[in-house]
């Protein structure tokens, strides 16, 4: 197992297709912490002309999964939610900052917050983590 942030979301990066597709990158990691970007393309948004939904839940969800896996014991989801607090717009750089509020040897809880380059709210999501027991560079689900 693996402690090192940066080497652990290095690992998973590799392997991030979902991420590499919507240009999601990595731009700090910590214990129990990952900060993620991503500029929104026309590609990504709705009838309404704005982000959909579901692009920001995808950057949330992916800060999320850096940040539970910081630690180098694979993890995953078990349960979210997210608030939709404004748009976002084609051309927005969009922030999502992920942060352990609590983390056992099994489950965890995280908040994750999506700002745009106005430091203005977009979005608020809530992860529970499960811990599969195994290392990140080892993890089959």
């Not at 056992?104 to 203005?120: A, F, L, M, P, S």
Request: charged share 15%; hydrophobic share 40%.
């Amino acid at each position: 197992m693996n402690t090192d942030a940066w080497a652990n979301a290095r690992e998973m990066y590799a392997h991030d297709n979902c991420a590499h597709q919507m240009g999601i990158e990595i731009v700090e990691m910590g214990e129990g912490f990952a900060k993620l970007t991503m500029t929104v393309t026309e590609a990504m948004l709705n009838g309404h002309q704005t982000c959909h939904g579901g692009q920001l839940f995808t950057l949330a969800d992916t800060a999320f999964a850096y940040a539970c896996n910081s630690q180098g014991l694979a993890a995953v989801a078990s349960g979210c939610s997210i608030d939709f607090v404004r748009p976002g717009h084609a051309g927005d750089t969009l922030t999502a900052v992920a942060q352990v509020r609590t983390q056992g040897r099994q489950t965890g809880v995280y908040d994750i917050e999506i700002i745009n380059q106005h430091e203005k709210t977009v979005a608020l999501f809530r992860g529970r983590s499960h811990r599969i027991g195994t290392p990140v560079s080892g993890a089959k689900l």
